[in-house]
């Protein structure tokens, strides 16, 4: 599906930068997530898509980049809301949860689809100071 997504972006105009995996075998997800989401969070692109078997491992792993807001949508209206009200900057969709023609109209909501600010960007804003809390720090 990630080749697929890819050539259809790449369709639509969009510059695609694949950062792998580049074959058939197992692959550790949190790899890929790490790259993308680092790009993202360096503001070198200005978001990012990732796949795998259900989304859900590749946004917990994006997620753990600071300035990632990783949102897995399984439909339309999720994706649009990730986007709107959550400032979301990657899509996790998930290629055994989806067929092509949904993570297309998924994919599509959810690169058009504009953040709306207001009571919204207060709430990502609290987002942003949760993960620079310096208790965070004593965790590790």
């Known amino acids: 599906m990630k080749e697929r997504l890819r050539t259809y972006l790449q369709e639509r105009g969009y510059v695609v930068e694949d950062c792998g995996t580049h074959s058939q075998r197992a692959a550790d ?45 399984n439909d339309t209206l999720l994706a649009r809301f990730a986007r709107e009200h959550n400032n979301a900057n990657v899509l996790a969709l998930g290629s055994r949860m989806l067929d092509e023609s949904a993570a297309r109209k998924i994919l599509d909501t959810w690169a058009t689809a504009r953040f709306t600010g207001g009571r919204h960007k207060q709430r990502v804003d609290k987002l942003t100071r949760i993960e620079q809390d310096p208790a965070m720090e004593k965790l590790s």
């Open 29 to 73: 997800y949190p790899d890929f997530a790490h790259k993308v989401a680092a790009r993202v969070a360096r503001r070198e692109v200005e978001w990012g898509v990732l796949v795998c078997g259900t989304g859900i491992g590749m946004a917990m792993a994006a997620n753990k980049i600071p300035g990632v807001r990783a949102a897995t949508c």
